[in-house]
């Protein structure tokens, strides 16, 4: 079993930044595939970016190209997520989640944990 634990949301001027951290229980990343996932109010969950345990490969949504950046820390068993050049349309609240296994995938019913979201709100 997998805990994940968000922090670092908030209220942020647009063109500010933001770090959201993951923190994981129960087991190290090994094996594992990370990402972070965002649902604005009355959308569906949106693949953002996501990283092997390892570190060794990423994929990010087209959206945040450029302006997010995704880390691994497995010293801490923490993921990083670095929002940078923030636009109000990044408003949203952001879940970390983990799925067993190496491959990446965008969907959410591939992931098996998630945790309980952190709000981020971008202001014009």
């Known amino acids: 079993q997998v805990q994940l634990v968000e922090s670092g949301g908030g209220l942020v001027q647009a063109g500010g930044s933001l770090r959201l951290s993951c923190a994981a229980s129960?087991?190290?990343?090994?094996?594992?595939?990370m990402g972070w996932f965002s649902q604005a109010p009355g959308k569906e969950r949106e693949f953002v970016v996501a990283i092997r345990g390892s570190g060794d490969r990423t994929d990010y949504a087209g959206s945040v190209k450029g302006r997010f950046t995704i880390s691994v820390d497995n010293a801490k068993n923490t993921v990083y997520l670095q929002m940078n050049s923030l636009k109000p349309e990044d408003t949203a609240v952001y879940y970390c989640a983990a799925r067993q296994g190496v491959s990446i995938r965008a969907s959410p019913s591939d992931y098996d944990y998630w945790g309980q979201g952190t709000q981020v709100t971008v202001s014009a």
């Open positions: 129960g087991r190290t990343f090994s094996g594992y595939t």
